[in-house]
């Protein structure tokens, strides 16, 4: 049956492909990849087998996503609520990370594998990384923001996934990118995860193509307003060293838009030495990990 596949893809999944690539595309799309055991309980199987099946589909997935030009990938590969498992189900999946990992990344695409990871633990991890910074004097405390605290996530590389699937029917986040999913699709379907297929994933983008332009428009009145917040937060800060200076805060608005246009300037020159700092302060920590586990 080859002659039909051209690829990964038969010649009737190649033309269906073509027809969604008309519409607008997600750019990237994060998995939560559940029912691995019950995809094992199904059919009669060890349960690492279904986790084995389940990297195997990750596999398959990475080339279609390619093939309809989404190039990146976020997946859920273990939770920390995960390391409750019995020890052996855990030792399995690390065995399996280990023996298939290499071949994952073969694939040519952008993924990034949330392993022992919580939204939460990362949201909260970026809040004490700004208070960090405030503390050894690379942050005003008026810094702080939305805006700031999304460029502290592990995920600061990546644009915010505008599709979200999760499969075997749960119907929640489970601590998943909670941050970074405000504005996207979030589509939940039913088939366990080592059974999805092709045509599991074009509804999933049909699903995010008829909701493209609210989730649009949500996005932008949200960029809006982040914009304005910050606008208010810098007006602040010149009212304030306006007084400080013994000038009236509403007089003189010359000087008040010249010393508007500094602030802002001195703010980014702030937030990028303290972007720096974290990034150094990073890399020291998985050194330091890398050392210690050698
Ligand atoms: C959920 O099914 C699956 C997992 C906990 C493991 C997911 C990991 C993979 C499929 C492989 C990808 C990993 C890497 C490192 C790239 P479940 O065990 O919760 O099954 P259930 O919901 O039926 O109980
Ligand atoms: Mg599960």
Redesign the pocket.
Same mark, same amino acid.
């Given at each position: 049956m080859s002659w039909i596949r051209e690829g990964e893809l038969t010649i009737i999944e190649r033309f269906c492909a073509n027809v969604i690539k008309a519409g607008p595309m997600p750019k990237h799309v994060a998995f939560i990849?559940?029912? @691995? !055991? !019950?995809?094992a309980q199904k059919c009669h199987v060890e349960r690492q087998q279904g986790?084995s099946q389940? &990297?195997d589909k #990750?596999a398959q997935t990475l080339r279609w996503c390619l093939n309809l030009g989404i190039r990146e990938v976020t997946?859920y /590969? &273990?939770s920390i609520e @995960?390391f409750k498992r019995s020890k052996e189900e855990v030792d399995g =999946?690390m065995d =399996? /990370?280990r023996q298939k &990992?290499s071949r994952?990344l073969e694939e040519q695409c952008f993924l990034n594998?949330c &392993?022992a990871y919580t939204s939460r633990h990362e949201i909260s991890n970026a809040v004490r990384e700004m208070a960090w910074g405030v503390e050894q004097g690379l942050l005003e405390p008026s810094d702080v923001s939305e805006s700031l605290l999304d460029k502290c996530l592990y995920t600061n590389n990546s644009p915010d996934p505008d599709l979200l699937i999760r499969t075997?029917g749960e119907v929640r986040l489970s601590d998943f990118l909670l941050w970074q999913t405000s504005h996207s699709c979030l589509v939940f379907q039913s088939v #366990?995860?080592p059974e999805y297929s092709f045509w599991n994933l074009c509804e999933a983008i049909l699903r995010f193509q008829m909701n493209y332009s609210a989730l649009q428009k949500a996005r932008d009145s949200y960029m809006e307003e982040r914009r304005r917040q910050q606008m208010e937060r810098d007006q602040a800060y010149v009212t304030k060293k306006l007084q400080q200076e013994g000038f009236a805060s509403h007089g003189d608005s010359r000087r008040r838009r010249t010393l508007l246009q500094k602030c802002t300037a001195m703010r980014e020159e702030r937030i990028q030495g303290f972007l720096q700092a974290l990034e150094h302060k990073r890399v020291d920590f998985f050194e330091r990990l890398c050392t210690v586990s050698a």
């Open positions: 990849m559940d029912g @691995n !055991r !019950r995809y986790h389940g &990297f #990750l997946v /590969a &273990f @995960n =999946l =399996l /990370a &990992f994952i594998v &392993f075997s #366990l995860w």
